[in-house]
């Protein structure tokens, strides 16, 4: 297996990277990295990369513009004072609805090489930005949807017991047209640093990255009408924080899913899936096949 180093361009002209793992065939999938991550750090994905490739897939796993903690980004050839890219992006500033540009730079990618078919993968904050590029874009291109850890990101930030000075932070910053300063230096359970246009943007109930909670139409989580799996592990952090099990999260998540999708969960895993690889790519290559 041979992994290339990818540079792409997204519409709105940002420079994202990624790794590509390719083998003939017109079917490709794109992977969205959870918040703070990247394409490589995760070791499931070089057991993905092995098994994608041997079911006659590529796999492209990408940095989003939300790429590490603060990261700047290639905007054209715009320099900061730095000599470096002006766009500020990694989970402290990214804006959830810009997914939909990273995702669709990485389909104009593949498909400049020849892939015609596709599937969309998450991991953890990934997901919800696969759900709302599924929930708002044009996806008759898309055959299939893989949910890794799909965590429930205003139930996350809803456990902090600031988290509504945080909302109320928010939205005056924004209202100052400052939305980029930080609602807090430490904030979240894991002491992460958000900005104002981040926090309004994962961390509150309604919006976009709500894709548990209920609103007219159904829980968007339950909208995506592809074959989707949805891959959790029961130690996973995300589950034993926000809902106590992994039977009391099927408990909330299996009436607002559709009947095109699977839930399939890998008792003992973590978020990371660490020593768990070969579960998680059994439990994929079933899905797959």
């Given at each position: 297996?041979?992994?290339?180093?990818?540079?792409?361009?997204?519409?709105?002209?940002?420079?994202?990277?990624?790794?590509?793992?390719?083998?003939?065939?017109?079917?490709?999938?794109?992977?969205?990295?959870?918040?703070?991550?990247?394409?490589?750090?995760?070791?499931?994905?070089?057991?993905?990369?092995?098994?994608?490739?041997?079911?006659?897939?590529?796999?492209?796993?990408?940095?989003?513009?939300?790429?590490?903690?603060?990261?700047?980004?290639?905007?054209?050839?715009?320099?900061?004072?730095?000599?470096?890219?002006?766009?500020?992006?990694?989970?402290?500033?990214?804006?959830?609805?810009?997914?939909?540009?990273?995702?669709?730079?990485?389909?104009?990618y593949l498909k400049s090489i020849?892939?015609?078919?596709?599937?969309?993968?998450?991991?953890?904050?990934?997901?919800?930005?696969?759900?709302?590029?599924?929930?708002?874009?044009?996806?008759?291109?898309?055959?299939?949807?893989?949910?890794?850890?799909?965590?429930?990101?205003?139930?996350?930030?809803?456990?902090?017991?600031?988290?509504?000075?945080?909302?109320?932070?928010?939205?005056?910053?924004?209202?100052?047209?400052?939305?980029?300063?930080?609602?807090?230096?430490?904030?979240?359970?894991?002491?992460?640093?958000?900005?104002?246009?981040?926090?309004?943007?994962?961390?509150?109930?309604?919006?976009?990255?709500?894709?548990?909670?209920?609103?007219?139409?159904?829980?968007?989580?339950?909208?995506?009408?592809?074959?989707?799996?949805?891959?959790?592990?029961?130690?996973?952090?995300?589950?034993?924080?926000?809902?106590?099990?992994?039977?009391?999260?099927?408990?909330?998540?299996?009436?607002?899913?559709?009947?095109?999708?699977?839930?399939?969960?890998?008792?003992?895993?973590?978020?990371?899936?660490?020593?768990?690889?070969?579960?998680?790519s059994y439990a994929i290559e079933?899905?797959?096949?």
């Amino acid at each position: 297996m041979k992994l290339g180093f990818i540079r792409f361009q997204t519409p709105d002209n940002i420079e994202l990277q990624g790794w590509l793992s390719n083998v003939d065939g017109e079917t490709a999938v794109i992977h969205m990295h959870g918040m703070s991550g990247n394409g490589y750090e995760n070791g499931f994905l070089d057991t993905l990369h092995a098994t994608y490739n041997r079911l006659g897939i590529s796999f492209f796993s990408i940095d989003n513009r939300g790429r590490g903690i603060i990261s700047s980004f290639w905007q054209k050839d715009e320099l900061s004072r730095w000599g470096e890219g002006t766009k500020l992006g990694g989970s402290c500033f990214e804006i959830l609805e810009e997914c939909v540009y990273d995702i669709d730079g990485a389909i104009n990618y593949l498909k400049s090489i020849g892939k015609t078919r596709f599937i969309l993968q998450g991991h953890s904050l990934g997901t919800t930005k696969v759900v709302h590029y599924m929930n708002t874009q044009n996806t008759t291109d898309i055959d299939k949807v893989i949910l890794l850890a799909p965590t429930d990101m205003v139930g996350w930030a809803s456990r902090d017991e600031h988290h509504n000075e945080y909302v109320t932070r928010a939205k005056e910053l924004m209202s100052k047209d400052t939305p980029t300063e930080l609602v807090s230096a430490q904030c979240w359970p894991d002491e992460t640093p958000l900005s104002a246009q981040t926090y309004l943007s994962i961390c509150v109930a309604g919006t976009n990255a709500d894709m548990y909670g209920e609103r007219e139409g159904g829980a968007l989580l339950g909208r995506i009408n592809k074959p989707m799996l949805i891959v959790y592990g029961s130690d996973d952090i995300g589950i034993t924080q926000i809902d106590g099990s992994i039977d009391a999260w099927k408990a909330r998540t299996e009436p607002i899913i559709n009947i095109n999708t699977h839930i399939e969960p890998i008792d003992g895993a973590s978020h990371s899936f660490k020593h768990f690889e070969k579960q998680l790519s059994y439990a994929i290559e079933r899905f797959i096949s």
